[in-house]
């Protein structure tokens, strides 16, 4: 069992790494005091990187105002520092010029040269003037072979001894679907310490929301509707045998009302998203509280059917206060991360911020699956040695599920782990949202199967602990928990008196949730 839980551990942590892999932006880009870096012979200020689809064309063969793709600037301005600004000439026109470069990721080897032995350069030189051809001074760029115009480049000029320069330009069409980066670059020394500000706003056909995440939008709607029908079943059945409902179908309950909440919520968001180019605040921060919450109430359901609790034992004992710090804890850290990464987001969140809100979700995560699967492994156990054959059965149906689950986590890991590998540039960004829709989809499935299984009917306080329950009787649990309530032949030759002794046997406790602390179940366990 050691290597087995070794295993899941690090099932777990790269689960979690992977899951978090997925970019997130927004169409709506703000540069508030940007700074260049100085990379190869230029500076370098990265503006941005979406997937953008063709635009849609009319019957005259133009755009709509709907159906446009593009790349609009918007208060873009350079500021240099005032000693630069000093050493120019007052008259002249362009002392001074940044460049902004826009190319789809397919025709990057066009942006730069190698030389020297392989370096990689941005800006002409005279040596390479006279190799190749260029403008002195500026990015060296060469037509794409397969988009006609691009990689497209706008001129900006200082003038003068102004400390200022503003960026004037017409929005950039986009007529090809495709990974489009931005980068403003200059080659001139004596403009370094600039800054920029402004922003730029991308747009798709559909709207502002960028190409690898508008699918999602239709996928959250999709399912709201799912989680709306499981709940609707799941009602019905509810109000069926609502005189014979476990506490632990209260909270099955609670997990499905908070699911279908948070596809809901993301739903809106990005539809919200989508119109403006902005991530509401609100909206996004209810979405990401509601995934925590049901997050960490799935976790403990998980866990105390795991450990029996209800079945083979009354109540959780000492290990009440572990199992409520666990899930606090887990809560806090969900919500942490989420809220960082979502709520507000303009860019992606740095390496070591993922990391550092992340490794912990990671541990926990791993803890949790450790603790349930040594859990059920001891239920069965329990449930094996007393001939409880039916709860039994019940038990090795829901860890079979719960180690498919595992299994098929695995298997799209490593689909995750190649797909990420062997698409560096993000060439592949419209199928990007299936990693998040996976996730997803696998806790629907899990969810509906935990459904199936413990199904409201009127023999489901049968499953329920009940302290006076003597073994003779385990006969009875033929009566399936979703069965019609036929009894057993052995019951009815024994009528007149089990019949009278089961009327008499009151559950000692029918609130499988109820965490009591019982000093003496440790000493039963």
């Not at 010029?97 to 030389?115: C, N, P």
């Not at 929301?209 to 799912?226: C, D, H, I, N, T």
């Amino acid at each position: 069992m050691g290597r087995i839980q070794w295993f899941i551990l690090g099932v777990l942590s790269v689960e979690l790494w992977a899951s978090q892999m997925l970019f997130v932006s927004s169409s709506v880009h703000d540069y508030v005091k940007g700074s260049f870096e100085d990379q190869s012979n230029a500076y370098v200020f990265f503006g941005g990187s979406e997937g953008l689809h063709a635009s849609f064309t009319g019957d005259n063969g133009t755009a709509g105002a709907y159906g446009s793709s593009l790349i609009r600037f918007e208060s873009i301005t350079f500021r240099r520092t005032e000693a630069s600004a000093a050493e120019q000439q007052e008259m002249s026109s362009r002392s001074g010029l940044i460049q902004a470069i826009i190319f789809e990721v397919s025709d990057r080897d066009k942006i730069g040269t190698s030389y020297d032995g392989g370096q990689v350069v941005l800006c002409c030189t005279r040596e390479l003037f006279q190799v190749e051809g260029c403008n002195l001074n500026e990015v060296i760029k060469r037509p794409s072979n397969d988009n006609p115009g691009w990689p497209k480049s706008i001129d900006i000029h200082f003038r003068g001894k102004e400390v200022d320069a503003f960026m004037t330009a017409d929005p950039i069409i986009i007529e090809k679907t495709g990974m489009y980066s931005l980068y403003f670059i200059f080659c001139d020394p004596q403009l370094a310490n600039t800054v920029i500000n402004g922003k730029t706003i991308w747009k798709n056909p559909t709207g502002y929301l960028p190409g690898r995440m508008a699918p999602l939008m239709k996928f959250y709607a999709v399912m709201s509707l799912a989680f709306l029908v499981l709940g609707l079943v799941w009602l019905f059945q509810y109000i069926r045998f609502w005189k014979d409902i476990l506490q632990l179908q209260n909270y099955i309950t609670l997990v499905i009302s908070l699911g279908m909440c948070e596809m809901v919520m993301w739903y809106f968001e990005y539809a919200n998203f989508n119109a403006t180019g902005y991530r509401p605040v609100g909206i996004t921060l209810w979405a990401v509280t509601f995934g925590a919450v049901k997050k960490t109430v799935s976790r403990l359901l998980l866990l105390v059917v795991s450990m029996g609790y209800g079945v083979v034992k009354p109540t959780l004992g000492g290990l009440t206060s572990r199992v409520l710090l666990l899930g606090g804890t887990y809560f806090v850290a969900a919500e942490s991360l989420d809220v960082v990464e979502n709520v507000g987001a303009i860019n992606d969140m740095s390496g070591k911020a993922k990391l550092f809100l992340a490794l912990p979700v990671a541990i926990l995560d791993a803890f949790f699956i450790l603790w349930i699967f040594t859990s059920l492994s001891k239920t069965l156990e329990k449930l094996h040695a007393r001939k409880s054959f039916v709860k039994l059965e019940l038990y090795r149906k829901f860890t079979n599920s719960l180690a498919v689950a595992v299994v098929t986590s695995v298997a799209w890991i490593g689909y995750e782990l190649y797909f990420k590998a062997t698409d560096p540039f993000n060439e592949h960004w419209q199928n990007a949202w299936i990693v998040t829709a996976f996730w997803n989809i696998l806790t629907f499935v899990l969810m509906c199967i935990i459904c199936a299984l413990w199904s409201p009917s009127h023999n489901a306080m049968r499953y329920a602990y009940s302290e006076e329950a003597r073994e003779e009787f385990d006969d009875e649990e033929a009566i399936a928990l979703t069965g019609t309530g036929t009894k057993s032949s052995t019951l009815e030759v024994d009528a007149g008196s089990s019949m009278s002794e089961m009327k008499d046997m009151k559950p000692g406790n029918t609130d499988v949730f109820r965490l009591d602390d019982d000093p003496e179940e440790d000493k039963r366990e």
